[in-house]
C-alpha cells in the first residue's frame, strides 16, 4: 500500500510547481532540507522516480506527473475547505461572484456599496450582462448568484423573488401620444418603437403581456441607450421604471400612458441549485432580500 502525507504532497506540488526545491522552502516556510526530505520520503513510499533533477532544471516523470495532478485536486480541496471555515468563522470575509441584468445594475450597484461597507473583508466580482448570458451562467454554475428578471423554467435552480420590477413606455417630452389620458396598444403599431434585441427578458415579457410582438426598427441591447434614443425623439422606448428614476423627476423624458402598462413583474436572485453557497453568498442573498 503507497502511503503518503499532507506534508509530502504539499512540498512535492511545490517543487513541481516552481522547479526549484529553494522556491518551494521559501513558500512553504520550511527550510531546504526539510523540503527535499519529505520528496525523499515521499519518492520511497511510492517506490518509484517522481523528479528528474539534472543541474538547476527540475521536471516530473511520468509518473510524477500523475501524482502533481493528484495533488492539484487534493490541494484545491483542501484550500477550498480552509476558506469555508474561514468564512464561516469570519462572517465578513469571502468572496462573492455575481452576474446580474442590465435593468438590475443600478440597483445592485447600491445594494453592493452597502452591503461591502457592512462586510470590509469581503471582495467581489460583478458582471453586468444580457438574459442569454445570464442562462448560461446559470446553467453553467458558473456564479455564486444570479440577480435577474423571470427565470427559466428548464433548469433546476433555486429562485426568490425580492423586488418588483415595473415596465413602463416613454417618450420625448413633446410626443403627441402624450396628449392622451390613456392610449390603446394598436396605437403602439403606428409610432417608432425602440426595443431590447430579441430574447431579451424585457421584450419577452412585454410582448406576452400584450399579446403581440414589437415590429421595431430600432433594436438596441442597453437601457441607458434606450433612454437616450427617446430623449433625442427618435421614438417610444420600453424601460424598468426604477432605470429611469431621475430623468423622469426632471421631465428629460415622460411616462405614457399605454393599455396594460406599467407591467409589473420581479426582480429574481437566483443560484443554479447544484451550487452550496458559501457564507457570504448565503449573506448577500439575505441582505438582498431584507433591504429591498
Known amino acids: 500500500m503507497i502511503n503518503y502525507t499532507l506534508k509530502q504532497l504539499y512540498s512535492f506540488e511545490a517543487v513541481v510547481r516552481l522547479k526549484s526545491y529553494t522556491k518551494a522552502s521559501i513558500e512553504l516556510n520550511i527550510t531546504q532540507p526539510a523540503v527535499y526530505m519529505q520528496i ?14 539534472k543541474g538547476k532544471t527540475i521536471t516530473s516523470t511520468f509518473i510524477g506527473n500523475k501524482l502533481y495532478q493528484t495533488c492539484l485536486e487534493v490541494i484545491d480541496k483542501l484550500e477550498q475547505t480552509r476558506l469555508d471555515i474561514e468564512q464561516t468563522l469570519d462572517p465578513k470575509a469571502g468572496h462573492l461572484q455575481i452576474a446580474v441584468a442590465t435593468t438590475t445594475n443600478s440597483f445592485v450597484s447600491r445594494a453592493l456599496a452597502k452591503f461591502k461597507k457592512e462586510h470590509p473583508k469581503m471582495t467581489f466580482f460583478l458582471e453586468v450582462t444580457n438574459r442569454k448570458t445570464l442562462l448560461e451562467k446559470l446553467n453553467n454554475n458558473e456564479r455564486d448568484l444570479v440577480i435577474m428578471g423571470e427565470p427559466p423554467s428548464d433548469i433546476p435552480l433555486v429562485t426568490q423573488p425580492f423586488m418588483e420590477n415595473p415596465l413602463i413606455a416613454i417618450a420625448h417630452p413633446e410626443h403627441p401620444l402624450l396628449k392622451n389620458k390613456r392610449n390603446s396598444i394598436k396605437a403602439l403599431a403606428q409610432e417608432a418603437l425602440i426595443t431590447r434585441e430579441q430574447g431579451s427578458g424585457t421584450r419577452t415579457t412585454i410582448e406576452r403581456i400584450i399579446g403581440m410582438r414589437l415590429n421595431s426598427d430600432i433594436e438596441i441591447n442597453s437601457n441607458e441607450a434606450i433612454i437616450q434614443a427617446v430623449q433625442a425623439g427618435l421614438g417610444i422606448g420600453f424601460v424598468s421604471k426604477h432605470t429611469v428614476k431621475l430623468e423622469l423627476e426632471n421631465n428629460v423624458i415622460k411616462q405614457l400612458n399605454i393599455d396594460k402598462f406599467p407591467i409589473t413583474r420581479h426582480w429574481y436572485i437566483v443560484h443554479n441549485s447544484k451550487n452550496k453557497l458559501s457564507p457570504i453568498a448565503e449573506r448577500f442573498k439575505r441582505f438582498i432580500v431584507e433591504n429591498s
Open 40 to 53: 525523499q520520503q515521499l519518492t520511497q513510499n511510492i517506490g518509484s522516480d517522481l523528479l528528474n533533477v
